[in-house]
């Protein structure tokens, strides 16, 4: 079955500092692929998305690639704030099936993503 | 545009209880999807409303089972329940086949 593996957290870095979060998968054909971010006692906000191979997803300076040859989805932003400070998730989401069914998401663990001042 | 809307935000069961919770699609959604989030982990689904019909199931016992009404909006009910059901139950609504949007879950505590 589908699966995503995403880097140990916790991870501490200072504010400005380049950030990177490791995403691997696992599945069949061609899955959509997907960070969210969620913060203390919110829910999930997607942040960014990819749908095809090669594809750049990129949103409020974070950016990912779509790596079909390795299999990853890594996150990455050049400067990070204080504001970044949340739980990130990497998800896929299978092949659609035919018709109008839609696909389940599968999720990572999750990274605590904590930036200092 | 109104958001996914979730209630009640917490809630406290005993063990044994049963439970329903309740999501509010965004406008112009007809899917709903339940997923479970137990502390520290990431979301597990549970299973996905389609116009009224469940459409697809994850590897969740059947004393979780929902429904979906007319107007979109949707239930989850858990039936005897387990400490290990102590979790943050999120639902997500989307318009196929579009992304889907979270609200801000149900924090279900038992004890």
């Known amino acids: 079955g589908n699966s995503v593996t995403q880097m140990e957290g916790p991870v501490t870095l200072s504010e400005e500092a380049f950030l990177t979060i490791n995403c691997t998968y696992t599945?069949?054909?061609?899955?959509?692929l997907f960070w969210y971010v969620q913060y203390p006692g919110e829910g999930l906000q997607l942040l960014l998305k990819?749908?095809?191979?090669?594809d750049k997803g990129s949103n409020k300076g974070f950016e990912a690639t779509y790596r079909k040859e390795t299999t990853s989805f890594h996150l990455e932003k050049g400067s990070v704030q204080v504001s970044d400070s949340a739980v990130y998730f990497c998800?896929?989401?299978?092949?659609?099936?035919?018709?109008?069914?839609?696909?389940?998401?599968?999720f990572g663990q999750g990274t605590i993503l904590t930036v200092h001042p | 545009e109104t958001g996914v809307t979730q209630s009640p935000t917490h809630l406290i069961k005993t063990r044994g209880q049963q439970v329903t919770l309740r999501c509010s699609s965004q406008?112009?959604?007809?899917?709903v999807s339940w997923y479970q989030q137990a502390l520290g982990q990431g979301p597990q689904f549970i299973f996905q409303?389609?116009?009224?019909?469940?459409?697809g199931r994850g590897n969740f016992p059947p004393r979780f089972s929902g429904l979906q009404f007319p107007n979109y909006s949707s239930e989850l009910n858990v039936n005897a329940l387990e400490l290990d059901d102590s979790a943050l139950y999120l639902c997500?609504?989307?318009?196929?086949?579009?992304?889907?949007?979270f609200g801000p879950g149900t924090r279900l505590t038992v004890t």
């Open positions: 997500a609504s989307s318009l196929p086949p579009g992304e889907q949007y």
């Open positions: 599945a069949t054909g061609y899955p959509s």
């Open positions: 990819a749908t095809k191979a090669d």
């Open positions: 998800a896929l989401r299978g092949e659609l099936a035919g018709g109008t069914s839609y696909g389940k998401l599968t």
């Open positions: 406008s112009g959604h007809n899917t």
């Open positions: 409303y389609y116009r009224e019909e469940e459409n």
